[in-house]
Every structure is written in structure tokens, then in C-alpha cells.
């Protein structure tokens, strides 16, 4: 009796050898199939599913509207010439005539306005005037800046202004002792 009961329950050592095989094979073609399917899912993602991507692209979109620009503020200023501040800025009004602007290179827009003087001017093209916003809107252009930009438009209409040179050793910039000492030094 107890040897029937041994006879049931007993395994063949090929039993056993084929479960334990087929044990072992069925993970692993799961496993592989798994990363087959892994494989392919990664080849299909293009260039621009990449975090990298995704990263420049998100930057791109919330991107501020203005860049900031980072100038070292002890670097002397080299001030621009009048035909530079003048494509930068003051053409936007003064090219087209916009809000009643003297027109650039015409005289009978200038003629009226250069009589009043150089002075007067620069005062009011630093100070602005009516519809003209002070520094042509630019609060970053120097005196010297307003005034070569202010030669060079009403020179261009008929006058004949001289647009000041280089800055006045009063107005160095602060930071040109600083360096000198530092030289010195
Ligand atoms: C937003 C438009 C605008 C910009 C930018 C602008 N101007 Fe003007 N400007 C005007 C207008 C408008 C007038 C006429 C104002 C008036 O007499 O009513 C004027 C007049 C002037 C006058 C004559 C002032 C007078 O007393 O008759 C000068 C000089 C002048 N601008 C210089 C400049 C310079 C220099 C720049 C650049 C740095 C500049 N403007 C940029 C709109 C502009």
C-alpha cells in the first residue's frame, strides 16, 4: 500500500529534467519578447522625443521676449557715432515721418527746427518734445550719443552742426581711475 502511494507521487529524474527546462524557458522568452518590444518602441521615437529635444524646445517657448545682454560695466564706453544711434533708433520715426516727425534728409522738416539751434536741439531730443520721447525712447544712449545722432540728422538736411568727439576728461567713466590705480598698483 505504501509502496502504491510511493509508485503515484514518484517523479522520473526526465520529469523532472523536462520541467525544470520548461520552467526556465518561459520567463525567459518572456523576458526576450519584452525587450524586443522595448527595442522597438525606443526605435521609433525620433530625434524629437528626446529630453534633450524637449528640453531646447520648452526653453525656445517660454523664452523671455527681451535677451538680456550682459556688459561689463567697467569696461569704458565707447560711444556710438551718430549714423549708428540713428539706425538703431531714431529712423524708426524719423525715416518715415511717423507722428510727425521731421523726416531724415528733408529740409523743409529741418529748416524750421535747425534755426532754433544745436542746444536746443540736443535739449530736446534728450528731454524730448511733444510725440518725441526722450532719447528717441533709448534711456541707455549718452549725451554725446543724443548729440552726434542729432548732427548727423540735421546735418543731413542742411546744417551744419559739429557732433562733439571723444567724452570730456570730466565725464570719464568712473571705472577708468579704478584700472589706472589698479595699473599703478
Ligand atoms: C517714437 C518716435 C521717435 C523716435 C524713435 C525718435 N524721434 Fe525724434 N521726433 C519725433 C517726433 C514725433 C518729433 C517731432 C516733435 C514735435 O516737434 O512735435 C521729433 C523731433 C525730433 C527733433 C526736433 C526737436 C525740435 O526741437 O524741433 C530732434 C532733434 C529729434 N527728434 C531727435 C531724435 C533723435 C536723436 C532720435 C534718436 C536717438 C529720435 N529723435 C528718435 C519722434 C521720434
Not at 510511493?6 to 523536462?18: E, G, I, L, R
Not at 531646447?56 to 556710438?80: H, Y
Not at 545722432?149 to 570730466?170: E, I, L, R
Request: net charge positive.
Amino acid at each position: 500500500m505504501s509502496d502504491d502511494h510511493a509508485k503515484m507521487t514518484k517523479t522520473t529524474p526526465q520529469q523532472f529534467f523536462v520541467a525544470l527546462w520548461a520552467g526556465m524557458f518561459a520567463p525567459i522568452i518572456a523576458i526576450a519578447l519584452i525587450l524586443g518590444l522595448i527595442a522597438k518602441i525606443e526605435g521609433s521615437h525620433g530625434e524629437k522625443d528626446s529630453l534633450a529635444y524637449n528640453d531646447k524646445a520648452t526653453l525656445a517657448r517660454i523664452k523671455p521676449v527681451g535677451d538680456l545682454n550682459i556688459v561689463d560695466a567697467s569696461a569704458p564706453r565707447v560711444e556710438k557715432e551718430g549714423k549708428q544711434v540713428f539706425d538703431e533708433v531714431c529712423t524708426a520715426c524719423h525715416t518715415p515721418g511717423a507722428l510727425g516727425a521731421p523726416k531724415f534728409g528733408n529740409k523743409a522738416d529741418w529748416g524750421p527746427r535747425i534755426k532754433q539751434g544745436y542746444d536746443t536741439l540736443i535739449k530736446h531730443a534728450e528731454q524730448g518734445i511733444r510725440q518725441m520721447p526722450p532719447r528717441g525712447g533709448n534711456p541707455d544712449l549718452s549725451d554725446i550719443e543724443i548729440a552726434r545722432a542729432v548732427a548727423y540728422m540735421a546735418d543731413a538736411a542742411g546744417a551744419k552742426f559739429t557732433p562733439p568727439a571723444a567724452p570730456a576728461a570730466g565725464t570719464a567713466p568712473a571705472a577708468k581711475p579704478a584700472a589706472a590705480a589698479k595699473k599703478a598698483g
